[in-house]
């Protein structure tokens, strides 16, 4: 126990160190044209050191909350503020999801067309139907990836209500604190993790794993090269699937992000009382209700 609770506070102290060594010294890790910093952001970028890094920050801000409400409430407010907006804007994937959809259909069925050349800035990209039907994944996964933080602002997630309703603000408030931390935390970690090196894997030779430590990625840096798998379902179908894990990736990092944001307004309206709950909520205006609505919150 004594050894574990050293492990955690050691760690928690060098990710101070971590963090400032990392901001001061890209070229170690951003460096891409160098074989051994591209392992070196693969290893650190699901290694404990980063956990601690986030950890530390997270803490920071939460003490800066309680210390001060009008930054925890400008926190949040300028953190949904990305959140929304990044959904909203990711949502424009399903518009030109259904305008290529129409426009496939249009060149098959009346134009025979076989391919789609586009080059608007001098090089031409070719592609056939097919390819540009299976693109059509894309846009759902665009969709489903990023649009989730905003979901969650906007209450538009399915909720089982067992107890929720029927018990009053403050213990709402600990229920929601409590599932951002138990819960939503952990499992976006756990997914994070798997997540990365399939990605990686996809990506360069010779493969990672979370189990290679950084002496060891060292080593393979020397036989390193990238290898961006380019494997269709069918001949001339889509073949950048490697896109569908960098957005499982960025599924990830918003919905942690909205999950810090949501512990620091429900520990706010905890704190300020029942008059407090959606305070500064930036919804959605689809109607005169939501207009009434939002008048009464701000």
């Not at 931390?181 to 994070?192: G, H, T």
């Amino acid at each position: 126990m004594i050894d574990a609770i050293s492990w955690f506070f050691t760690n928690l102290g060098l990710a101070f160190y971590n963090l400032v060594y990392a901001v001061m010294n890209p070229a170690t890790w951003l460096d891409w044209s160098n074989s051994e910093s591209v392992l070196r952001f693969v290893y650190y970028g699901a290694s404990q050191e980063l956990f601690f890094v986030l950890l530390v920050l997270f803490l920071i801000l939460t003490i800066a909350t309680g210390v001060s409400r009008p930054f925890g409430w400008g926190l949040v407010r300028g953190s949904e503020f990305v959140l929304n907006w990044t959904g909203r804007i990711a949502a424009w994937a399903g518009f030109l999801m259904v305008m290529q959809q129409i426009m496939i259909v249009f060149l098959q069925r009346i134009f025979r067309v076989s391919e789609i050349s586009i080059g608007p800035f001098g090089t031409v990209f070719t592609k056939d139907l097919s390819w540009y039907s299976e693109e059509l994944k894309l846009y759902n996964a665009i969709i489903v990836s990023l649009c989730v933080a905003w979901t969650f602002i906007q209450g538009g997630h399915v909720r089982v209500d067992l107890v929720y309703s029927a018990v009053g603000h403050r213990t709402k408030r600990i229920i929601d604190m409590v599932g951002s931390v138990v819960f939503m935390m952990p499992a976006l970690i756990l997914i994070w993790l798997y997540s990365w090196f399939f990605l990686w894997r996809s990506l360069i030779t010779p493969a990672t794993s979370a189990s290679d430590q950084l002496d060891r990625l060292m080593l393979k840096a020397r036989a390193m090269r990238w290898n961006v798998e380019t494997i269709g379902f069918s001949p001339n179908g889509f073949n950048a699937y490697f896109l569908f894990k960098i957005l499982i990736l960025l599924f990830v990092a918003t919905a942690f992000f909205q999950a810090c944001v949501f512990f620091w307004r429900s520990w706010l309206e905890l704190r300020e009382g029942e008059m407090s709950a959606g305070r500064y909520m930036d919804y959605d205006i689809t109607g005169d209700e939501d207009i009434a609505l939002a008048s009464r919150i701000n």
